[in-house]
């Protein structure tokens, strides 16, 4: 629960919506123990007093009535009814959602055939019609009011009960004998639950509205009962004469709405795992930038990271996730970045071309420099003509980067005619050309496929097309091979290999497999906890490494043919990016650490071979 509040009040608008609503519901339980003028009392003598007379704050109705008392008791009454209606919707139509999504067939034809039915009447001339039939009156309104958003409740969770019922967990829950019943109240309930609960707080305040409305219309609360609608209802005669009797019961409405939607944007935002930020904003186009000032240039070449830092800022706590990167990258050279998951490789990919998401995402510092241009804070312009173009990246998953309805050859003369202006059938034939070159077997007939319609190795070999669509300079390759069988890996790594020789490509190759960076890497950069611990010539790295974090990732590499030997793990667990530990961060996990490498920054030193470490495992001659 506590995480909860943390995460809806990380939302500024969400809290707001939480403190007003959260006052008007305290002010509605607490309206029977109030000092207050009774709400049904009638003083013709007094009507129509202005707000801030005496013994009235808010003044006094057409017959006399205190506001302030039918206000509160109103509210009281709408709020009741609207969370009602609510709580019956999101019941009966999350039940119909969830059997009809389970069931499928005919049963879920027939019960969403009736629920069609009813979605095509516009809501509040359903909800007049039923009314009609049941009669005026404040429960029949509720009545209405719940069965006009029965349907809404029962499409959504139908949806969301559909991907679910063919999942994995449901399957094996069959197989072990669990009844339908069971299933459903122990396997697809608890996963549909956040669905139903964000749906009803985004609706309730739509509830009240209709309600209300209900109400205006005479269909609603009867006289002399009190609710905002009846009271807007009965104010509308004295719109001119006494204009805070509407003002009265419309500003609470107001409030009563805006909280509600207010609230319910951020209980979405904490409830759903992939919203959980609670930023409103979608990302920037281009990571944002907060570097003091840009570092010299410490030499030329065709790709040079100089002290990259990213953080992740959410809110008061910053992850420091790029800690002071230096690479530089020569034509036609294959770099290799290797690490355990989370050591930054990535981000620092992404980095390259402003590609991680702002927020949280920013560059703190550093430079990345393409030919000696500076990219780091360079204009979105500037960096959307050179994505792709001159520097273009190599997913991991195709599947979730192209595109699923469009084709394949389509997706490559998109990215061909973003920077090239050639005509649609020039830019067709290009992406055949591509897929040809790539080795895809018929490249016309594939150029008419969809990504689902291609196994791995192909949409991989789709992913490094595009990658070649405009002649780049240079591709940065991040963990392309790491969901592919051997057999497609090698065949995706030779590929790689061969276009780099033919067309002197600089390549950028993320990985964690020590065997794909010994075949294709001339260099190879250790990263651990956002900084790069080695750097060297990619054979005198595997033959002797200097750094013990090298050495460990070398010794977790099981060999075929070296006799029995024990397969070495790292203790421990990398750090977390916004609590580092002071000096080296290898530390705590090293068996070679002193107290020295806990003391203070350790500098990456070396010529041809650099290290950072003040105890390596290779002599120091050997790290040079």
Known sequence: MTLFLRLLFRNRLAGFGAVVLGAIVVLA??????????????????????PLSEGHWLGTDHLGRDLLSRLLWGTRL??????????????????IGIVAGYAGGR????????????????????????????????????????????PFFARNIRGV?????HREFVDAARLSGL??????????????????VIAMSTTIGWMILETAGLSFLGLGSQPPQADLGSMLGEARGALITAPHTS??????????????????????????????????????????????????????????????????????????????????????????????????????????????????????GGAVRLRGEDLVGAPYARLRALRGNKVAYIFQDPLSTLHPLYTIGEQLAEAIRVHHPVSRADAHARAVQLLDDVRIPNAARRA??????????????????????????????????????????????????????????????????????????????????????????????????????????????????????????????????????????????CDRARDACRAGEIALEGATRRVRCLFPVAPPEAAR
């Not at 969403?112 to 009669?135: K, N, Q, S, T």
């Not at 949409?459 to 405009?470: D, E, K, S, T, Y």
């Open 29 to 50: 339980v607490l309206t029977p123990v109030l000092p207050l003028h009774p709400p049904n009392a009638t003083d013709t003598a007094n009507r129509f007093l202005r």
């Open 78 to 95: 709408s709020l009741a009814v609207g969370f009602a209606a609510a709580v019956i919707a999101a019941v009966l139509g999350a039940a």
């Open 107 to 150: 049963t879920d034809n027939v019960t969403m055939r009736g629920v069609d039915m009813l979605m095509a009447f516009p809501y509040i001339l359903l909800a007049l019609a039923i009314v009609a039939v049941l009669g005026p009156g404040l429960m029949n309104a509720l009545i209405a009011v719940a069965v006009v958003n029965i």
């Open 161 to 165: 009960t559909v991907s679910l019922a």
């Open 179 to 196: 009844g339908h019943i069971r299933i459903l109240t122990t396997e697809v309930l608890p996963n549909v639950v956040p669905v139903i």
């Open 247 to 364: 003002v009265v019961p419309g500003v609470m409405i107001l409030l009563i709405v805006m909280s509600i939607n207010l609230l319910g944007d951020g209980v979405r935002d904490a409830l759903d795992p992939r919203l959980r930020s609670g930023a409103l904003a979608r990302p920037m186009p281009a990571t944002l930038v907060d570097r003091p000032a840009p570092p010299p240039p410490t030499g030329d070449g065709l790709l040079r990271i100089e002290g990259l830092r990213t953080d992740f800022r959410m809110g008061k706590r910053t992850g420091r996730a790029v800690g002071g990167v230096d690479l530089a990258l020569a034509p036609g050279e294959c770099v290799g970045l290797i690490g355990e998951s989370g050591s930054g490789k990535s981000v620092t990919a992404l980095s390259v071309m402003g590609l991680v998401p702002s927020p949280p995402g920013v560059i703190s």
């Open 448 to 589: 008419g496929a969809f990504p689902h319609e291609l196994s791995g190795g192909m949409r991989q070999r789709v992913g490094i097309a595009m990658a070649l669509a405009n002649d780049p300079d240079i591709i940065i390759a991040d963990e392309p091979t790491t969901a592919l069988d051997v057999t497609v890996q090698a065949q995706v790594l030779r590929l790689l290999d061969d276009l780099r020789r033919s067309r002197g490509l600089a390549i950028v190759f993320i990985t964690h497999d020590f065997g794909v960076v010994a075949q294709l890497c001339d260099r190879v950069a250790v990263m651990y906890a956002g900084r790069i611990v080695e750097e060297g010539p990619t054979e005198a790295i595997l033959a002797a490494p200097a750094h013990p974090y090298t050495a460990r990732l070398i010794a977790c590499v099981p060999e075929l043919g070296g006799g029995r030997r024990r397969l070495e793990a790292i203790p421990g667990l990398p750090p977390a990016v916004d609590a580092l530990p002071p000096g080296c961060a290898f530390a705590p996990r």
